[in-house]
Every structure is written in structure tokens, then in C-alpha cells.
């Protein structure tokens, strides 16, 4: 109650085939000279050709600039030399199309046009002093909701750890959401990048940061994923699983980006750092020790988790109920052959524990929405449990 909510979004356009219309939108952002920053997987599935021909209709001129990388996150350095190009040739439009990693990059580029230091320089809330560039954002895979968020994740070398640019300056200017184009994206990364949307639904839902919008938003997000991930998993083709998990998926970033995530996304960072985990099985590993953390202070909204996953919780106690969530979760993983501990990872060094809870108690960005407070010692205890 009493919360004053600021709903931030990019203009989102929504629906098969809307690729075609990234011409229109670049010309309505007063493009004329464009750096498109994509993967290899883009140009292979033909996508790159149809991105340059819509914008050289439009009478704008395009420089491709294909990204990859050795970790499965972006190494700084990446989006730096990125910028140094753009500057060069007065770019006026970042386009960024691809997996998360990729909107990240693109995102940043476009910060780091505007912003004169290094990309180590702006982790942390609201660091960033200037807007970025316009930026047009296409996601290729239906999960991280980076097309809708204020956020960059990147690989901080120097300490091997994952760290995050949360500022409003970085907010794409418009996200263009095409389920065709995810079409083509493997079975283990829809299963990966489709978890972590549900957590980017259900993580902030049982925080603090909740509010009544991203709410009902996030009920919706969770009742869809839960339907459809395994059907998108089982079946990439299947257009109609595709269509509703790029919607899911899109529900989930707008709460990702209005409520944040908290304990399980502060966790994960340091085992993804360490042992280059993906991000979706690096939240899967430890969703279960968090979730039954701080069930005793959101035990009725886990009750609503549990029944927009399609659980009865007629006749149970809200204790038994809230606990449907976690089986319901757990069924989820199971069938989309993610782990669901570290020990599933093959993590099993306990000594290594300490570390990880200082590393992940420095994450106070994400942690302060935490609906229980936590010590090291309290975050070594969830580690502890997760093997
Ligand atoms: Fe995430």
C-alpha cells in the first residue's frame, strides 16, 4: 500500500512477422546511420539480409557488426570497441537483435556513446549520467526480457564474478518482438531462457518490490510459461507454444523491469562467474534452498503461484498449498531436464561456500528486495542446502 509506481516500458511491438516493420521504426527514430550488433546464429537463420534491405528501403544507411564470445556472458570489452566504432561513424541508432548477451552488448554500446568511461564504471543502480542512443531491440529467444529492461549483465574479468548496469539511461527505445524469429532457437536454450523468464515473474512477485501492476502482470506471465515452455521445449515449431512464451516471456520482463529480481538472480551470479553456468541452470540450482527461504514470509503469495501454475489447493492449508509451488516447480524442471541443485551441476566443493555468500551478499542491489533479511551466514546456510 501506499507504494508510488513509476511503470517504465519501451514501445513494444508484439506479434508474428513484426520484424518486417524495424525499417518503419528506425525511420520514425530519425536513423540515418545505423550499427546493427547481432550474432552469427542471425545471419545463418537470414536475418541479417532482411534487416539491412528493410533499412536501406527506408533510405538509412546500416553497418553490421557481428558479436561473439568464449563465456556465456559478455566480456566488457565487447561493447568498449563497439562504441569506439560507433562513434567513429556518428551512429545515430543502435540495432541490436539476438539472444540476451546480445541485447546486452547493444544496450551498452549505445550507453557508451553518451557516457565517456568504461563499462566497469557504470555497474551498479543508476550509474549511468547520460541517455543512451536510440536502440531498436529484437530478441531471438523468448526469456531474458532484455528488449524491455533497463539492465546489462556482463562478465567482470578482473574478479571472474557477473555484474549488472541497472539504469533507466539504457531502457531500449523500442522492442520488437517477433515469435518467429525464436522459432529456430534449440531445445535446452528455450528450456534455459523460458526459466528464466518465469523467475523474472515469480522471483519478484514473493519480494518486496512487488506492487499491484507487476502483480497481476506476473500471475499471467507464470499460468502462461507454465503451459507452454514444455510444449515450446518439446516442439520448437510449434507456432502457437512459440507465440505465447515470446508473450510470457514479454509479461515477465515488464516485471523484471519494474520489480526486479532478488535472492535466487543475487545467488546465481557468483556460480555463473565461477563455473561459467548459463544463467537459466545457474538460477535453476539454487531456486529450491532460496524459494524455501523465504517461503515463511510470502507463504500466501506462494499460494498464488502455486494456482496460476494449475495446482488445486482446495482443502489444503496455505502451508501445504504454498508448498505446491515448489513441487510444481520442481515437475517443471525435471521435464525440461534442468538441474535442480548443484550438485545436479556437478558442483560439489563446499569449501568453496564462503565465497560464494560474500560475493552474493555484495549484491545488495538485488538483495535489499529480499522478502527476508540476510547475513553471510544465512546465505551460506541456502548454498549449503543447494548441493
Ligand atoms: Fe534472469
Known amino acids: ?38 550474432g552469427s546464429n542471425v545471419q545463418k537463420n537470414g ?8 533499412l536501406e528501403k527506408e533510405g538509412i544507411y546500416i553497418k553490421v557488426e557481428f558479436v561473439s564470445r568464449n563465456t556465456p556472458e559478455p566480456t566488457t570489452d565487447i561493447p ?19 539472444g540476451g548477451s546480445v541485447l546486452d552488448v547493444a544496450k551498452m554500446t549505445a550507453a ?38 533497463k539492465h546489462a549483465i556482463f562478465l567482470d574479468e578482473e574478479n571472474n564474478v557477473k555484474k ?9 527505445s523500442v522492442a520488437i518482438i517477433d515469435p518467429m524469429t525464436t522459432v529456430t532457437c534449440p531445445p535446452k536454450v528455450t528450456a534455459d531462457s523460458g526459466f528464466d523468464a518465469f523467475l523474472h515473474a515469480a522471483e519478484p512477485f514473493v519480494s518486496k518490490a512487488a506492487n499491484p501492476l507487476t502483480d497481476v502482470i506476473a500471475l499471467k506471465a507464470i499460468s502462461i510459461i507454465t503451459k507452454w515452455l ?19 516471456c514479454l509479461l515477465a520482463g515488464l516485471v523484471l523491469n519494474n520489480s526486479g529480481t532478488s535472492l535466487v538472480h543475487a545467488l546465481a551470479y557468483p556460480i555463473g562467474g565461477e563455473y561459467h553456468v548459463p544463467h537459466g541452470p545457474s538460477l535453476s540450482c539454487l531456486v529450491n534452498s532460496c524459494f524455501e527461504y523465504i517461503m515463511i514470509a510470502k507463504q500466501d503469495r506462494f499460494v498464488e503461484i ?34 535442480a541443485s548443484l550438485s545436479d551441476l ?40 543447494a548441493f
Open 80 to 98: 568498449e570497441k563497439l562504441s569506439e566504432i560507433a562513434k567513429k561513424m556518428e551512429a545515430d541508432l543502435i540495432i541490436g537483435m539476438g
Open 47 to 54: 536475418y541479417v539480409d532482411k534487416i539491412v534491405a528493410a
Open 164 to 172: 549488472a548496469v541497472a539504469s533507466s539511461n539504457i531502457l531500449p
Open 230 to 248: 514444455g510444449v515450446a521445449y518439446a516442439d520448437g515449431e510449434n507456432l502457437e507454444a512459440r507465440y505465447n512464451m515470446s508473450l510470457g
Open 112 to 149: 557508451l556513446v553518451t557516457n565517456p568511461l568504461k563499462v566497469r564504471d557504470y555497474f551498479g543502480k543508476e550509474k549511468l549520467p547520460n541517455k543512451c542512443i536510440p536502440t531498436i531491440m529484437i530478441p531471438t529467444t523468448a526469456g531474458t526480457g532484455s528488449e524491455v529492461t
Open 346 to 385: 556437478n558442483i560439489s566443493d563446499k569449501s568453496r561456500v564462503g565465497r560464494w555468500a560474500i560475493d552474493g551478499y555484495s549484491e545488495q542491489r538485488l538483495l535489499s528486495r529480499s522478502a527476508r533479511r540476510l547475513s553471510v551466514e544465512d546465505i551460506e546456510k541456502i548454498y549449503i542446502n
Open 1 to 38: 500500500m501506499n507504494k508510488i509506481i513509476n511503470f517504465q516500458t519501451p514501445s513494444i511491438i508484439f506479434g508474428m512477422d513484426t520484424i518486417h516493420q524495424v525499417g518503419i521504426q528506425a525511420k520514425k527514430l530519425g536513423a540515418k546511420k545505423v550499427i546493427f550488433i547481432t
Open 306 to 339: 502455486a494456482k496460476a501454475m494449475g495446482e488445486n489447493t482446495e482443502g489444503l492449508s496455505e502451508r501445504e498449498a504454498a508448498n505446491l509451488a515448489l513441487t510444481a516447480i520442481n515437475d517443471m524442471l525435471k521435464k525440461l531436464n534442468m538441474p
